[in-house]
């Protein structure tokens, strides 16, 4: 085993009001644990993910606005890595947002499906770099795809799964 990360993942019926729940909750479970570039002392501390994909809405107008400010919340919240999940003009509202409130680089990546997410971080190991999270780090998963799908891919890396 090459350690524990801990994963927080939104109920099914999630909505935007949910995934804000579920950012808060994960810097809280950050500060509580010393994850995440607004808590490490060394270069080497565990970091925190948030992944998202796009809620479910009646109004894709508001839908857009609304996960284009998840995205921005992510990145004034000092979320290291945000993957914005999904080919949708919404969720690349959110993935847009992150990287005009300041992530760019390998800090805010869109993907086109989990399974492609799954892909990526199941060939990569602990040592890989900053592109797949390794023991220690903190991962809330929201949004609208299978989130069974990321967590196995984490397990495939020996990687034991805590689900809070």
Not at 24 to 42: N, P
Not at 43 to 54: D, I, K
Not at 79 to 84: E, M, R, T
Not at 133 to 158: K, S
Request: glycine share 10%; aromatic share 4%.
């Amino acid at each position: 085993m090459t350690g524990t990360v801990t994963v927080l993942v939104a109920s099914d019926d999630a909505s935007i009001a949910g995934g804000k729940a579920l950012l808060r909750r994960l810097v809280e479970v950050a500060a509580d644990t010393g994850a995440g570039s607004a808590h490490r002392d060394r270069a080497a501390a565990a970091r925190t993910w948030f992944v998202l994909g796009e809620f479910p809405a009646d109004d894709v107008q508001r839908s857009v606005v609304e996960h284009d400010s998840l995205g921005r919340a992510a990145v004034r919240l000092a979320v290291d890595k945000v993957v914005c999940v999904g080919e949708s003009r919404v969720v690349r509202a959110a993935h847009q947002g992150a990287v005009m409130e300041g992530s760019w680089g390998d800090e805010a990546v869109l993907v086109a499906s989990a399974g492609e997410l799954a892909q990526r971080w199941s060939r990569a190991d602990a040592t890989s770099g900053p592109g797949a999270p390794g023991a220690g780090d903190v991962i809330a998963l929201a949004g609208g795809f299978d989130p069974q799908i990321v967590v196995d891919a984490l397990a495939q890396r020996d990687l034991v799964i805590q689900r809070i």
